[in-house]
């Protein structure tokens, strides 16, 4: 089971609201990522958790608020977005940096196609 | 900072044709990854490579990578209208859990 599962798969939300986007992986994976796609054009990274510690954010702005209560789930907290801010947002999990020669794949959720109005 | 490009960026093309899609990246990346996006859907993983050399084949995809030239090429044979989508590749190296995504390569396949 490669499965990474996200919720809402769609949200509209003013740029006032608060919302929270989910995602949750059950394949022991130890690294989890959020990306943000915008049509037509690759994912862009936005966050890495491994082990539970966030290890990078790639100067995403403070609107953005990411969170991993535990091995399996990854929350991204949304506050004052921007209309620019409306893609579709990605998360990903992997098993993670090991010694050798591992593969660290990274498996897709369906994302959540946000729409900030 | 690892920067990869992919060309063509559009490419429309007959079944039963067959074509290549090429990835450069910048600097040293002891791995590249293929992914698959159809529109509006995930990305689904396609083809790892670790090495130089290394070749793998998957129906009518094959991915191939050259370290020395800092090239991965997606050869795709007899296409079916089944493979239109969005090919990204991506380079990573095993120190860093970090992936950079090349800019897609989308493909039209038309009867």
């Known amino acids: 089971d490669t499965e990474v599962t996200q919720t809402p798969k769609h949200l509209v939300m003013g740029m006032t609201n608060k919302k929270s986007l989910k995602c949750e992986q059950h394949?022991?994976?130890?690294?989890m990522y959020w990306y943000k796609q915008k049509a037509k054009k690759p994912p862009e990274l936005m966050f890495v958790?491994?082990?539970?510690?966030?290890?990078i954010n790639e100067s995403v702005p403070s609107r953005f608020s990411p969170e991993c209560p535990n091995s399996s789930l990854l929350n991204l907290h949304l506050h004052a977005l921007q209309p620019e801010d409306s893609a579709l947002y990605l998360c990903?999990?992997?098993?993670?940096?090991?010694?050798?020669?591992?593969?660290?794949?990274?498996?897709f959720g369906a994302g959540t196609r946000l729409s900030v109005l | 900072e690892l920067k990869v490009e992919q060309n063509p960026l559009f490419l429309s093309m007959q079944e039963g044709k067959n074509y290549t899609i090429y990835c450069n990246y910048s600097?040293?990346?002891?791995?590249l990854y293929w992914y698959r996006q159809d529109p509006g859907k995930s990305l689904e993983s396609l083809f790892v490579?670790?090495?130089?050399?290394a070749v793998k084949q998957e129906g009518r995809l094959m991915a191939s990578l050259d370290t020395k030239a800092r090239l991965s090429t997606l050869h795709i044979t007899a296409a079916v209208h089944d493979l239109s989508a969005t090919y990204f590749c991506?380079?990573?190296?095993?120190?860093?859990?970090?992936?950079?995504f090349g800019t897609g390569t989308r493909l039209q396949v038309t009867l």
């Open positions: 990903a999990s992997s098993q993670g940096l090991t010694s050798g020669r591992a593969k660290n794949i990274q498996y």
């Open positions: 394949m022991g994976h130890r690294a």
């Open positions: 958790y491994s082990y539970e510690k966030l290890s």
């Open positions: 600097t040293t990346s002891d791995r």
């Open positions: 490579l670790l090495s130089n050399g």
């Open positions: 991506a380079g990573g190296v095993s120190t860093a859990s970090k992936l950079t």
